[in-house]
């Protein structure tokens, strides 16, 4: 089965804002097994709306097309879906009813424009909007399928999720659940992780269909992501596949896999130390801030991190933390960094960073070199990095780093 | 003049990676005052390529394709446009000599894969690379142009601002220069901002060809952002007219303009330290660090910046930064950590932020509730924000609403 997807948007071909949209629905319908060739982007015009999606329609079985579903004169895809459908909008009743809904539950009187967000090309079918006003629509068109989403991410989401894909799987003959899972990974670059899996991805390829596969996801800071998908008879068929599959992987990846879909560094982290009953604080040189800010991001770090200063001159590392005079980027400075802020916090564990960040090299130390050290009543540690790229880059990865070395650690000590 | 963005790459389609690449071609598209349509996506497949290149080219005067130019088999875009072309690729000696000189500089050999990208189809010219390995290419097909970029973010808008701007400004009629200049805003949403230039927006509008244009991006965290756009004969005519231009808009926007081009918040407020000779410290609750990192980044922050401390369990409040027992989200708090944290740094100047970044209430305050204080030499303030969104959100507005205070309270002492 191929899908198309149709972005609209003015907005969009200015570059006012980025289409994370069609990448987003893109992964989720390779995810479930859909082939997507092409993808458009279109402004807020009638016509070249439909002319694209004419041609989106010639080349594939279903079209998913989001943006312009609003209540304006600018929102124009209803129109053009209608005319793609050669029908009449018509007042929905039941989207009608759905929008108005909304103003009440908002406690808001629903201005006149609204009633065009219920008006639907006669033949089409609703997806009762939930999040915002715009109901979705499924529209037939002979044997192809054409979505309409609204251009809101959060609204599109929730709708492709719930609508679209299991009828897309549906169509393409996918009997039961499609379900996956990511593995979040964190110290090794794509190309070597697939080496470590390659044994693995020989076995899948060779039982062929039906075996689950397996995609590589590079987030940059979020690590580099495996999503693993399976397809099974039922939800729990698919979670007992899932269950397997991550294990085999884990067993490969040694080591490298930090989390389970949405748990950051942060919160596994937080999930470690809540384990220890242990608590968190952080001295910063050159990160500046950036990895405490980080493990603040997770709900619920008030119970595991004492908080974090960042010694930005280096007279306050001296006064705050009681380091002697010296280099400040060696691993004896991020050791006593390490000490100085589990005392000032009355923390029972300090991690600190020391580097330099660059443009210029420091304590003549190139820009790059970056230390991480630990302090715990059992005594101290400390690591080191290079880390090419610019400023920027070196605080972001020193501080991805930083936090890797320490989820390890509490993982070795579990 | 009508150009449209082609980005090619399977990963694209995979969801793998967002196309940030087209939205950034766009805008600098109509900033040169050149329509743009349609934007497509298409794999690494020489067929499916081709067809969209002959699309796009019977709607555009000009196309700009990016991605598909590295040295791999996958790397198809320099067969694709051959074909289109109606001739074939030869060994361009030029690019050639680029690419070997690319592998000489970093000190490595060059593989054998890489005399793919000086492979050019015959009657293309080479736009010669300075920052990657591949050369672009000037393809003239008739009385229309079709360019061709590499993927990589940074190699494409190079080469775009150095060979594909010009000459396509050249060739739209527009004689001289085109410049433009942003102006970076903090604390008014978008429409608010358009209400009080609208006057302007209509003299200019009156006043027809040849007035400069102004266009609004909204780019979240960084603000909304005005880009002024002018076209004239020469570079110091061109900063004539947007020094004009800048002095009106500032006047209308009334403070609200932090910054220009690429001046952030941080540097903006390191500019007013520095001219006051004045030293920061930071104390931060609900922000957790942001606030801190927000200003390492930048260049040379060394100088203005002692440091901060990041107070996320409230018994750290009362110890390091001397608050006493209380309700910790409130004006007298926040005065209280800037003073604190200002005596335990030594710093002319003490900035603190307490608030409730939420999922759930705290003290009887609402999630999205939060201040800021500021304590100097000459006395304490404070200010509240009320923040809709969840804990990232919060958080994420919380540090700019508190920067851009700051900001507000140097340039009002300046």
Redesign the interface.
């Known amino acids: 089965m191929r899908a198309e997807v149709v972005a609209v948007g003015t907005e969009?071909?200015?570059?006012?804002?980025?289409?994370?949209n069609?990448?987003?629905?893109?992964?989720?319908?390779?995810a479930t097994g859909i082939d997507?060739?092409?993808?458009?982007?279109?402004?807020d015009?009638v016509a070249?709306i439909r002319e694209?999606l004419v041609?989106a329609l010639s080349r594939a079985d279903a079209v998913v097309v989001c943006g312009g579903l609003g209540p304006t004169q600018d929102d124009v895809t209803r129109e053009a879906i209608a005319e793609v459908m050669g029908t009449a909008l018509v007042l929905d009743r039941e989207a009608l009813a759905g929008v108005e809904q909304v103003f009440r539950r908002r406690h808001r009187e629903m201005p006149a424009s609204n009633r065009r967000q219920a008006e639907v090309p006669s033949g089409a079918r609703i997806i009762p909007q939930r999040l915002g006003t715009a109901p979705g629509l499924i529209c037939p068109l002979g044997n192809r399928l054409l979505f309409a989403l609204p251009g809101v991410p959060g609204e599109m989401r929730e709708m492709l999720e719930r609508a679209v894909l299991p009828e897309l799987g549906a169509r393409s003959g996918v009997a039961g659940v499609i379900a996956s899972r990511v593995l979040r990974t964190w110290g090794l670059g794509e190309s070597a992780l697939a080496e470590l899996v390659a044994p693995r991805l020989a076995a899948l390829e060779a039982a062929g269909e039906g075996a689950p596969t397996i995609?590589?996801?590079?987030r940059g800071l979020e690590g580099v992501q495996l999503r693993v998908t399976v397809k099974a008879a039922s939800r729990d068929d698919a979670r007992r596949m899932l269950d397997r599959e991550e294990a085999t992987l884990r067993e490969l990846l040694d080591g490298n896999v930090f989390g389970i879909d949405d748990e950051t560094m942060a919160i596994r982290i937080g999930a470690l130390l809540t384990a220890g009953r242990a608590t968190l604080a952080?001295a910063?040189s050159y990160?500046?801030?950036?990895?405490?800010?980080c493990?603040?991001?997770a709900?619920g770090?008030?119970r595991w991190?004492?908080?974090?200063?960042?010694?930005?001159?280096s007279e306050?590392k001296r006064?705050?933390l009681g380091l002697t005079e010296g280099p400040d980027v060696t691993a004896a400075a991020a050791m006593a960094m390490a000490r100085g802020v589990r005392r000032?916090?009355?923390a029972d564990i300090g991690l600190a960073t020391t580097g330099v960040a660059g443009?210029d090299a420091q304590d003549g130390q190139p820009a790059g070199t970056a230390l991480a050290g630990f302090a715990s009543g059992g005594g101290n540690d400390a690591t080191s990095f290079e880390i090419p790229g610019d400023?920027?880059t070196v605080?972001e990865l020193g501080t991805m780093n930083t936090l890797d070395w320490l989820r390890r650690r509490l993982e070795a000590e579990h």
Do not use: K, M
């Not at 997507?36 to 402004?43: A, E, P, S």
């Open positions: 969009l071909l200015l570059g006012q804002i980025v289409d994370t069609s990448a987003w629905i893109a992964e989720r319908l390779a997507c060739n092409y993808q458009t982007r279109v402004g015009n070249r694209v041609t995609a590589f996801l590079a952080v910063e990160t500046g801030g950036l990895v405490v800010s493990l603040v991001a709900p770090a008030s991190l004492r908080g974090g200063i960042v010694t930005y001159a306050v006064e705050l000032l916090f009355g443009p400023r920027q605080r």
